[in-house]
């Protein structure tokens, strides 16, 4: 019984939740919201849409050999959850990724930023599913890192060394 059970084992962890496509991705999340009674509806998208809808979220993608285009259209009613900089800041830690030629690492990129928008509309109604991010990945993507320490150090080197070229060469005349 134990071989049968260690013979079957890897053959049914094999079929995980990470090899979904990103259609099956936003199928399934899609359906999730219609059973919560959430009104939005996510959509993947090659074309700008003249207007977005009130309560959709559009994924524009435009693959090329040479670049990738990944914009994200949030409808007015989601506008306060997902703000223009959170939008952003969502494009801009995911662009290594996005822009990549690799199908495998785009794919990657886009099923991410797909995972943390879920994650926005799902912590503003106060609910998890199985696609949501982690806090702390979340918060990485929307928060990048700060450059105010590297910039405060290097504004101090510059001012030490002209203080020191200074008494060196101006003070002695």
Same mark, same amino acid.
């Given at each position: 019984m134990i071989f049968f059970l260690?013979?079957?084992?890897?053959?049914?962890?094999?079929?995980?939740s990470n090899d979904l496509t990103t259609e099956?991705?936003?199928q399934r999340q899609n359906q999730f919201y219609e059973q919560k009674n959430i009104e939005v509806k996510?959509?993947?998208?090659?074309?700008?849409?003249? #207007?977005?809808?009130? *309560?959709? +979220?559009?994924?524009?993608? @435009?693959?090329?050999n040479k670049r990738n285009n990944i914009q994200l259209y949030v409808? #007015?009613?989601?506008? *306060?959850? +997902?703000?223009?900089?959170? @939008?952003?800041?969502?494009?801009?830690?995911?662009?290594e990724l996005l822009k990549s030629t690799n199908k495998n690492q785009f794919s990657q990129g886009?099923?991410?930023?797909?995972?943390?928008?879920?994650t926005l509309i799902d912590q503003s109604q106060g609910i998890t599913s199985k696609y949501d991010l982690a806090q702390f990945e979340l918060d990485k993507m929307?928060?990048?890192?700060?450059?105010?320490l590297p910039v405060a150090i290097m504004f101090g080197l510059i001012f030490m060394?002209?203080?020191y070229l200074y008494r060196k060469f101006i003070f002695k005349r």
């Open positions: 260690l013979l079957f084992f890897p053959i049914v962890t094999a079929f995980s099956q991705l936003i996510i959509k993947v998208v090659n074309t700008r849409p003249a #207007k977005v809808a009130p *309560k959709e +979220i559009y994924l524009l993608v @435009k693959c090329s409808g #007015k009613s989601w506008q *306060k959850i +997902i703000t223009s900089n959170k @939008k952003s800041a969502l494009l801009t830690s995911q662009a886009v099923k991410r930023l797909l995972r943390a928008v879920f929307l928060k990048p890192r700060s450059l105010s060394s002209g203080t």
